[in-house]
Structures are given as structure tokens and as C-alpha cells.
């Protein structure tokens, strides 16, 4: 749907303006302060009802009127207040009968009015992918892209597009892998410095099996034993000093040395049959040690394990980062898209396989009429606002660009020229208007 007939009547700097648009493009130049940006307020006014900015009268107008009519036939009236940012009452026929509820026919019409090319290549490179995704429409159930990641991850905003959301999916399960990673090193070099203590010739296995409460129980009672004697010993000699002293009691004292002899000759030669007390220090020294070195191999072993379940984890990570990846490539590959070449890569938005930010301006253009074509309704129109913006040749690409794409294209430009409206063809459209060949008077 497009405009047939527009006429502009004491709104702003117009006082009054009456032309037939172009069914393709229709480029408004004139000066600075010509009423080019005026025309463009007055065709969004007159549908939405609203503006920019403060909406004024003409000098000397007690009111404003916008007045259109589409190849629908729908005619319409719009009437402007001074001050506000909301335009007043709304008339609408249709062949003839009046329209109830008229804003609302027109919002069901799809009011988007196109985006403007040249907003957008002047936009930095994440804006510009922002605008792009708006447009390309991906319906995804977040308990879908939860289950991508392996649950929700933290600082994922699972409710943006859900290209964006795939991208933070990916970089958060590599910042996850990178964790993993720099512990499973950790651990593994852990690993290397505890079996670096242990010297090769330990004997695990025989360490493990060493009888240490036998061992001490074994010292103790060679200590006593020890002891025992000493002290046997000392009576005995206690004694001999007695019998030098207590010769009557020799009799007694010999029956006694002689069983004090007979014991100690038993405990010598017990103590002949036991372990040699040094060597079992020696054993139970060797014993602490080992146990040391046990205690380093067992740690090792459960780092050793700990490390592997980091790497199978960090291989997991790896497997579902790629799945991620994919994601977006294959979501596209199955989506009618509204700009061509759209795609994916390294977690990227990308335009023929480059990011937005590496195409040319001419490139950017093209995307950016996709994206307008993309954002409108039923009514195809598109209002461009400073074609003098581009160079010549970037000026002549859009143009070419919009007249193809089949919609209907108001597009200003600053010239040295009074206001002037003109077709592709260079015809002047106000002249044609004020030589009267409109082909018929709007209604109201």
C-alpha cells in the first residue's frame, strides 16, 4: 500500500504543499530550513499521530491539517494542534464511507515507515547487529537455549535475540573450559611434584604391609626386658657386696645368686632370641618415611583421578561449545531471512561471510534497505531523511536500490534550491501540482 495524493497545510514552516507522490521514490531537495525534514514529520504525523518533537502551526494558523489519501483508496484527514507531541483528531474514508476506530485501521496497517539507510551505516557495529537482529525474526524456547548450555549459565540474559543469547552461551562455556583447563594443569603438575618426592626405589606395597603395632609392642618389651636385667644385674652385685659383708648368710645369699644367676642366664639368652633392637628402629624409622611417601602417592593418585574428570569435563565443554556454535548457522540455514547473506561465524553476526563492521558503505546500504524493507507493514513506505550524506556514487546506489525494491521512497537531500519535489525521472512534482494535473481534489 502507498500514498497516491498528499497535502500539507499550515504545519510548521509549509503553509500549504499539495503534490502526487512517486509510486517509487520521490526526492525532496531544497536549502537548509526548506521544509524537506518538515514533509517527512508531516507523512509520520498524519498516520501516527505523533512527532519527534514539539508539534507547531504555520505563523498565523490557528491549526494545522495533513491531509492524504492511499491506492487503497483510503483518504485521510489529520488535524494539528500548536504544542504537544500528539497530533489531534484522525478522519478516514474508504470509498467513500467513513472509517470508526481510525487510528486503529492505520496501526493494523503496520505502521513501521522503514528504517532509515542512512541511520543505520552511521550506527557503531554493535547498534548496527542489534538493528539487523530485530529484523530476523528466530523463535527459540529459552528451556531450549538453557538446555544448549547445560543448564543457565550466569550472566547470560537469556531473553535477547537468541543469536545474541547463543553467542554468551558459547563464551561462557569457554570461560568455563578455560577454568577447567587451568585446573586440570594444576592438578596434573601437582601430580608430577608429589611422585617426585617418593625416590624410585620405595617399596609401596612393602611400606603398606609393615606391622607397626608389632614393631612397637616387639621394642617394648625388648626395652623391659632390658631393663629387667639391668636391674637383676644390680642386685646381684648388691649382693656380692653383702656377702663380703654378711658372710653368715652365705648359704641363703648363694641359694639366691644362684636362682638370680639361673634368671638372668634365661633372660640373656631370651634376649639373644629376640630382634635386634636397632634394627627394629631402624625398621620403624624406615616405617615413618614410608608411610610419608604413601601419603604423597595416594594424594597423587586422587589428583591423577581429579585431573581426569577435569579433562572429560573440559572435553564435554569443548563438545557442547561447538554445538552452540553450530547452532546459529543451522537456526539460519532453516529461516527465511530478511537480508541476504545473513550468517553466523565465530559466534558473529555476518553479512556474505563479514562482520558488519568490515563491509563497505556501499554493502552497509544494501543491508540497511533489507532491514527497512523488513520492518514495514502493509504500507510500504520508507522516509530517508539527509541523502547529501553520501557521496555521489553511494547517493546513486541507494536511490538504484530503493526504486528496485518495490517500495515507495520519500528521500531528502540539502541542495542550494528552493523546495522541490522530483521523480526518478527529474519531473518536478509541486509543478505539476500547481499547473493543476493532479487527477482529482481530496475530499475534505
Do not use: W
Not at 21 to 34: F, R, V, Y
Not at 259 to 287: I, K, V
Amino acid at each position: 500500500m502507498k500514498f497516491t495524493r498528499l497535502k500539507v497545510v499550515g504545519f510548521e514552516g509549509l503553509s500549504e504543499l499539495e503534490f502526487q507522490p512517486h509510486p517509487q521514490l520521490s526526492l525532496i531537495q531544497g536549502h537548509n530550513g526548506a521544509g524537506k525534514t518538515t514533509l517527512l514529520d508531516a507523512i509520520r504525523v498524519a498516520l501516527t499521530g505523533k512527532g519527534g518533537k514539539s508539534l507547531l502551526v504555520h505563523d498565523g494558523e490557528e491549526r494545522g491539517l495533513i491531509l492524504f489519501a492511499l491506492d487503497d483508496g483510503t483518504e485521510g484527514q489529520r488535524e494539528v494542534q500548536d504544542g504537544g507531541r500528539t497530533a489531534g483528531p484522525l478522519t478516514l474514508t474508504q470509498q467513500g464511507r467513513k472509517i470508526s476506530a481510525a487510528q486503529r485501521f492505520l496501526e493494523n496497517l503496520g505502521l513501521g515507515f522503514g528504517f532509515n539507510p542512512l541511520t543505520f551505516i552511521e550506527l557503531p557495529p554493535h547498534e548496527q547487529t542489534k538493528k539487523l537482529l530485530e529484523v530476523t525474526q528466530l523463535n527459540i524456547p529459552i528451556p531450549l537455549l538453557i538446555a544448549l548450555g547445560g543448564g543457565q549459565l550466569p550472566g547470560v540474559n537469556y531473553s535477547e535475540h537468541p543469536l545474541l543469547v547463543l553467542k554468551a552461551i558459547g563464551d561462557a562455556l569457554e570461560e568455563q573450559r578455560r577454568v577447567v583447563g587451568r585446573d586440570a594443569r594444576d592438578t596434573e603438575g601437582m601430580v608430577e611434584r608429589l611422585r617426585a618426592e617418593v625416590p624410585e626405589d620405595c617399596d609401596a606395597q612393602a611400606a603398606s604391609a609393615f606391622d607397626l603395632a608389632g614393631a612397637v609392642a616387639m621394642l617394648s618389651r625388648i626395652t623391659a626386658t632390658r631393663r629387667e636385667a639391668e636391674r637383676i644385674e644390680q642386685e646381684m652385685n648388691a649382693r656380692e657386696q653383702r656377702i663380703s659383708d654378711l658372710y653368715a648368710q652365705i648359704a641363703q645369699l648363694n641359694m639366691q645368686q644362684e636362682h638370680a644367676r639361673a634368671r638372668h642366664t634365661d633372660l640373656l639368652n631370651e634376649l639373644d632370641e629376640l630382634p635386634n633392637p636397632d634394627g627394629l628402629e631402624a625398621e620403624m624409622t624406615a616405617y615413618k618415611q614410608n608411610q610419608l611417601y604413601l601419603s604423597r602417592l595416594h594424594e597423587a593418585a586422587e589428583r591423577e583421578k581429579a585431573a581426569a574428570e577435569m579433562r572429560a569435563t573440559y572435553e564435554a565443554l569443548t563438545q557442547r561449545i561447538e554445538a552452540v556454535r553450530r547452532k546459529p548457522a543451522e537456526l539460519l540455514a532453516s529461516t527465511e531471512l530478511p537480508v541476504q547473506g545473513l550468517g553466523v561465524a565465530e559466534g558473529q553476526v555476518t553479512i556474505n561471510g563479514l562482520p558488519i563492521a568490515a563491509l563497505s558503505t556501499g554493502e552497509q546500504l544494501d543491508v540497511a534497505v533489507d532491514i527497512a524493507i523488513a520492518t514495514l507493514g502493509e504500507l510500504k513506505v520508507v522516509l530517508v531523511d539527509g541523502l547529501e550524506r553520501l557521496d555521489a556514487t553511494h547517493q546513486e546506489r541507494l536511490l538504484e536500490r530503493l526504486t528496485a525494491a518495490g517500495v515507495q521512497a520519500f528521500v531528502t537531500k540539502v541542495t542550494d534550491s528552493e523546495l522541490v519535489i522530483v521523480t526518478p525521472e527529474g519531473e518536478d512534482l509541486m509543478k505539476a501540482t500547481a499547473q493543476g494535473e493532479l487527477d482529482e481534489e481530496l475530499p475534505f
